[in-house]
């Protein structure tokens, strides 16, 4: 017999209320949800990078990042693709109602370790969700950091996630913003083809002095990386973000697992460094 | 009992010390044969009582009618303890349009009767990922309202768990039985333990003899000498870092059928998928299911949108491999496998952890 | 523990009409509605929280207009099955198939595609005869509409089922469940027929029947359908390792493989 001491239900889904959802693109809505015990809603907070599973009850569970910034709290937002049963009925959800969330999840991004540096992020497609809390939170907190690079490829500029609020940060002078799309329509004056091409854009920088953050499909990883360590930017000063399958979030289902690594606890943040380790990784 | 393989790589930490409420071995007594069945039948007070019995011709983990179809000591339950555990299908919760109530009914105070040493280190591997934090409150529960008994054995056909340090325990039970023929020793591993203990202080002698020693010795030494399997478990973390690239994981997948009974009898797979299921009526109600995954099955890595990270059977199979025999040990310092063999038994192609071991070393697929 | 529970707005379920459900029966032997039947506790919950317009087997006054969800057992033999199922498709919003029959063709499809199809019908009804419609093929729903949602099994089984309406009943999709007969099995805790030598298609089938001829110690026969991760080619040489003929492997795969297994032996042969 084992001695253990009474324990939380770390499964427990928390209800909370959709305050708010639109449509970014076709197929993907931005949901802002609030804990409907407002306390809870107050007091919780999370790091950039982290997840949360959502549930609906007699649906499912999935994971999904988390795409605001801590720096402003009391509403969570995230980004979510129509892609599945689960999904399906999420979209179906309408303002006000009550969806079921636990977390947050996983380790974030390695913000400690990116103060005082120069930080370049890297999006492609979807993953610019992600990215978009740390974006915010290095935007809330710009006397923390150096200067500040964002790269954001989308398919098409008519498939460009949260486009309004990208292109009215390219207003801002504290932030280099470089735009490009696979394919242009009329209109687009930016750059066209794939986001390793907005390097050439990067003005000379310190490599130790830099942070990348990287998130994309997962073709993406190789060639983004690959310009990175053109710039010679140290293997563990750059993070990416990354997916897999899920079912618990806290390290017990099994199915997210890297090696000795289980992505719900471990990452989703992992270093360029650490994929060398576990070559399943990337 | 000194535990022969703690450490796999020099450069791990320790396994941290989380069980609390273990107390130190703290004596053996000994026992008279003709007391055991009595011992046995009065443990009933202490919880329900499992042990392996046969049913339908299997040996598995179920409560006994009587004592007479216990079967101690050798043969093991095709299905691991684990299930008792971390069992194969049960309700996480009860929903309804107002949320989720957790349901812990699954659980009740048990003695398990018979655990062989493997399967009580399986058991210390599996809270290595339940217990950890945040803990698992079901597994939790269930592992808090149940005694262990274990109980010697000698190693059959397949055992080699000799080779992975697990044919021997020093915690993790409440009580053990070494049988030697002749006495019982007994090895009182807890508080608890030690209760049952009192209820038939008559049974037991705290006067074990030189003589005893003298046998418990030689009976170790025969034990020792009847492994017919073994495989080099210290090589194995190396062996499979470098042979990432290796075409024995194609050679192996072309000949696996992907059937997963290798991780179900694995007493250290935990892998569990979560289904919801409601109820016919026009209310949402429902519950949450937890059930037995293996990775050995196309979806388990298959995301929403149609991504699969391991749609391939031989990504499947190493990364099962990578867990059992380096990423576990890299984690925790020990391996993943306890050296059960139900592998090597429930294959019907012969992939095991024997025979992928060969590989690694001739790099060669044993023929069948 | 921290049991959250709060009283919510509305759910979406609340106060919307029945679904619409039809029960249709093609050739077949009727079993898998006599199964719908045999639901018995749950059969009152279908009536409850279905609105079910026609359903022969049941209710002798069908209503034959707009469903919801429209199942329909059995394969498309005739002519004028091959139209009733068109029609219902076109009242259906979701189709699902129920059953071996309805899924792969059934026995009835075991030859399926080999192009003795005519000098069987020949053979056995002789050269003159006048069918009141045309016969076909034994075929699966699927060769004629799109299915929505499929029910292997023969019978299917009533777990899938409950768990297949339940999700219908709110709107939602039901899990998939792409794992083989194996994972069941081992389950029941069986012993492998397969290490005994004896025949067994578990590998190769999808699971979902809870392993019942396994259980009872028969070897599977497929009757889920064709398991689309099963390592077929090895599967057959560990059969033939037993001793049984490649004929006689491909023979028994039909058997319930019907046209559903023609993809995967087709090399195999």
Known sequence: ?282 | MPHQLRLIRNDVAPAPTFQTGWVPTVRILKMEPKYFQAFIESLDKFGRVYAPVRRNGVLTWDTPERFEEIVLGGEHTMIPVKKLFHPMRFDMFRFDDSGFTPDYSSSEKRVIVGVPPCEIHSLLRLDEVFMERPVDPYYAQQRRDSAIIGYSCLPGENCFCRSTGTDIVEEGFDLFFVNLGEFYLVWVGSSLGHDMVLVHEDFFDDSVSHDDIKKYIAWRKKRDGMFKKSFDFRSMPDLMELSYESPIWEGFAERCLSCGQCTMVCPTCNCYNVVDVLDISSATSGRRERHWDSCMFVDYSLVAGGHNFRGARAERLKLWYTHKLRAYASEYGKPACIGCGRCVEACPVDINVLTVAEALVTMEVPAR | MSGTKTTTSGGESKGRERPRLGIYGLTGCAGDQLLLIHTEDHLLDIFEAFDVRSFVMASSNPVEEELDVAIVEGSVSTEEQREHLLEIRKRAKILVAAGNCATAGGVQAMYAKDGSFAERMRRVYGDDVKFVTEPIEGSPLDEFVTVDYYLPGCPISQSQVLALLSRLLHGEQPEPYPHPVCHECKLRENRCLLLDKKFCLGPVTLGGCGAACPSNGVGCTGCWGPNPDGNFEEHFKLLQSFGMSKDEIIRRVRNYGGHKILQYIKDLE
């Open chain 1, 1 to 282: 017999m084992i001695a253990t001491e009474s324990v939380e239900n770390p499964f427990q889904p928390e209800p909370a209320r959709i305050v708010r959802q639109y449509d970014l693109i076709k197929d993907h809505r931005f949901f802002q949800i609030r804990h409907l015990d407002m306390s809870r809603a107050m007091s919780f907070t999370y790091n950039p990078g982290q997840f949360l599973m959502l549930s609906i009850p007699g649906v499912g569970e999935a994971p999904f990042s988390i795409s605001s910034t801590p720096s402003r709290p009391g509403i969570i937002e995230l980004g979510i693709r129509r892609t599945g049963r689960l999904t399906d009925a999420l979209f179906r959800k309408r303002d006000n109602d009550i969806v079921f969330i636990r977390g947050p999840y996983g380790n974030g991004f390695k913000i400690d370790q990116m103060r005082g540096k120069d930080i370049l992020i890297v999006a492609g497609g979807l993953g610019v969700i992600p990215l978009r809390s740390i974006l915010y939170y290095v935007l809330d907190n710009r006397d923390q950091f150096g200067r500040l690079y964002f790269m954001y490829g989308a398919r098409s500029p008519e498939e460009m996630l949260f486009k309004t609020e990208f292109f009215q940060l390219r207003e801002r002078e504290d932030i280099e913003c470089l735009y490009t799309v696979d394919r242009a329509s009329e209109g687009w004056t930016g750059e066209v083809g794939v986001v390793t091409k907005l390097f050439k854009y990067l003005p000379d920088i310190d490599p130790e002095g830099v942070n990348a953050v990287v998130c994309g499909p997962p073709v993406m990883y190789k060639f983004v990386i690959k310009e990175l360590l053109k710039l010679k930017i140290p293997k563990n000063q750059i993070q990416m973000t990354l997916e897999r399958r899920m079912k618990c979030g806290v390290g017990k289902c099994g199915h997210c697992v890297l090696d000795h690594l289980y992505t719900c606890i471990d990452g989703p943040v992992f270093t360029y460094w650490d994929t060398l380790h576990f070559r399943e990784l990337i």
